[in-house]
């Protein structure tokens, strides 16, 4: 039995190139709990010839600390010139409650003494927020901001005076706590949103409402690659969950209304692949990475920082991809017709969107060289500073996991022999405080109804060529890239058990509800993860287990 409700508990990554579909058809499905795994279980409780990570280089943790809470390598231009987000929070008149409701966080520790003592005067009158005066200004938004204080939002002293006022053209970008950081509620928690409290690093931000957000900027249009596209080159096929793809013609409102149908771009999720797929996946945690192996649910990174990077370089400032490495990157991905077209489309957005270079906005820690790009090191052909992605490997190895759930001792115990004698330990360890099993899961043995269809046949080894499971959004994710960009198998790496009691949904494309749900042999043989547990008793213990799991 694998627990592939944690798959996309992942660094994320965003490897996945060109959406080449075929026409949509739906998958059978039947009862039936059995499914060999992979690897034979070894002493311990554990898959056996797990093999080892590679050697990982650590910088200053401390350091670290700052490079995920604040870093950006340059992309408050992406997200402030393209994007242009704080003119639409502005113009919106979004106010501090609204975007708690998107489930962005305000660290609590970041703002003044008498703004603190304001806020709390207020929250004990009406703990919900909903009457006070302050959350409900949208003046306190961009206070807020200029305090850098809304998580994973650094705003910079762009025009030089010393003073943060994105009033006044400072400027605003992103970091990697937007996604993998919340706080601890102490002093609001909205419901199913965000939160004000102290800040906790590491956390998937299970409630960020990704796609909305994206939205409030004027000119969303900018996020062009990693919208769900109908590219002529496909014939205007399309591969996500809305029915018609975007084109470099849809306008801001279609845009709009793409990233805020929560059918296309559900809540706790992020599109992390810049291929014209509409493949948002769920946010993961980031603590403890030492004991992850490899990065991104499809398993194609094999180091931190090389993902990191990636983040950095495609995700967080796409217009990368305009640049002869970001072109050779689509191009040697997703063929030479549709990659191209990625390119030059976006180009043109740019171009029509009044957003002009030299592009990328990212500042490049060593000259770009696009005979790199598609390598792990340089899948753009640039890569940001070394130094400060080292540091950030030392942070996020460093960084503690939270620990589960106190639950009966009984029935934490029941199920984890029942986790062990299912067969549960041919994929996963009994103990998180080991690295995960190294191998790739085959997609056929993790969702035994894959039958796909080939996009794409002509690709270089060791790519794969581009398959596709039609209509299902479980390899979506894995449809151009997957471990094969490393030469291994088209199929998904394996997470760690961690932070399980804080997860609402299950699978990396949230189609399962709950855990229990996860082992309920109603969801078919055919479906993704099929291992199940008939009885009942013994299926709640194994998610009391499940729920209670550290690294302790």
């Known amino acids: 039995m694998r627990m592939h409700s944690l798959w996309k508990q992942r660094a994320i990554v965003c490897l996945a190139l060109v959406g080449l579909v075929g026409g949509l058809a739906s998958c059978s499905s039947s009862d039936d709990a059995a499914a060999p795994g992979p690897v034979s279980g070894g002493p311990g409780g554990g898959p056996a010839n797990q093999g080892s990570p590679p050697a990982h280089t650590l910088g200053n943790a401390t350091n670290g600390r700052t490079v995920f809470r604040s870093e950006t390598f340059g992309n408050e231009r992406f997200w402030t010139d393209a994007i242009r987000l704080p ?139 990693a919208l769900q596209l109908a590219l002529a080159a496909n014939g205007g096929k399309t591969l996500g969950r809305a029915p018609t793809g975007l084109t470099e013609t849809s306008t801001e409102a279609q845009v709009d209304a793409y990233l805020k149908n929560k059918s296309f771009y559900p809540v706790g999720m992020f599109d992390d692949s810049v291929d014209g797929n509409g493949d948002p996946m769920h946010n993961m945690p980031l603590f403890r990475q030492d004991l992850a192996h490899p990065y991104g649910s499809e398993g194609a990174i094999a180091k931190l920082d090389n993902f990191s990077n990636l983040v950095y370089t495609a995700l967080l400032d796409p217009t990368t991809l305009t640049t002869p490495g970001g072109r050779a990157f689509l191009q040697k991905l997703g063929g030479d017709a549709g990659g191209k077209e990625i390119a030059d489309d976006y180009a043109l957005v740019l171009a029509a969107t009044g957003v002009t270079g030299p592009f990328p906005f990212i500042q490049a820690g ?38 589960g759930k106190a639950g009966d001792p009984a029935s934490v115990e029941r199920g984890r022999t029942a986790f062990q004698s299912n067969s549960c330990t041919n994929c996963h360890n009994v103990d998180q405080g080991k690295f995960v099993p190294t191998f790739i899961v085959p997609m056929k043995t993790i969702f035994p109804g894959d039958n796909p269809i080939v996009l794409l046949p002509q690709r270089t080894p060791p790519l794969n060529p581009i398959l596709d499971t039609p209509g299902v959004f479980f390899d979506d994710k894995m449809a151009v890239v997957n471990a094969s960009l490393r030469g291994l198998e088209r199929g998904t790496a394996l997470p760690l058990l961690l932070d399980l009691d804080r997860k609402p949904v299950f699978l990396h494309d949230d189609t399962v509800p709950s855990l229990d749900a996860l082992f309920d042999s109603s969801r078919g043989a055919e479906a993704p993860h099929p291992f199940y547990l008939s009885d009942t008793n013994q299926r709640n213990d194994v998610v009391t287990f499940l729920r209670s799991l550290g690294t302790n």
């Open 87 to 225: 003119a639409g929070v502005v113009a919106a008149k979004v106010t501090p409650l609204q975007a708690l409701g998107l489930g962005l966080h305000v660290d609590i520790e970041a703002l003044d003494a008498a703004t603190v003592a304001a806020v709390a005067a207020e929250l004990l009158l009406d703990p919900t927020g909903k009457t006070s005066k302050i959350l409900n200004d949208p003046a306190t938004t961009v206070a807020l901001i200029n305090a850098n204080a809304v998580i994973g939002l650094p705003a910079k002293d762009t025009n030089g005076d010393g003073v943060i006022d994105i009033s006044k053209g400072d400027k605003v970008g992103a970091s990697c706590a937007l996604c993998h950081a919340d706080t601890d509620g102490s002093a609001l928690n909205v419901p199913n949103g965000g939160s004000i409290g102290k800040r906790r690093d590491g956390g998937a931000s299970h409630t960020l409402d990704f796609g909305t957000l994206l939205s409030i900027g004027t000119n969303s249009r900018a996020y062009y690659p």
């Open 366 to 403: 060593a000259p770009g060289n696009p005979a790199l790009a598609g390598t792990e090191e340089f899948p753009l052909g640039v890569r940001v500073d070394e130094t400060k992605l080292n540091d950030m490997n030392a942070y996020l190895f460093a960084l503690a996991a939270p620990a």
